[in-house]
């Protein structure tokens, strides 16, 4: 298995998100990403934080085709956080 690319892994999960408004297609998006950052033997909140920071840099870059990225990104963090 090819060693994985957590900033490619990033980027190609931000292009894509950035490219829909299906709100399902960005969660799946982000769920896949998590996955294989994970899997790179990242701790579950290392990969997340490591997410968010990239997906709140390319909403500060590009706020019109991020909209639906961060909302889904929110709902995210509101039930990871909830108990």
């Known amino acids: 298995m090819p060693e994985i690319n ?24 982000i769920s896949e990403a998590l996955g294989f950052l994970q899997i790179d033997e990242e701790p579950e909140s290392e990969a997340f934080q490591m997410l968010g920071g990239a997906i709140e840099d390319a909403v500060q870059e590009d706020p019109v085709r991020c909209a639906a990225l961060l909302e889904v990104w929110r709902d995210l963090e509101q039930q990871r956080q909830t108990p």
């Open 6 to 29: 957590p900033i490619e892994v990033i980027a190609e999960c931000i292009e894509k998100c950035k490219a829909t408004t299906d709100r399902d297609l960005i969660a799946h998006c």
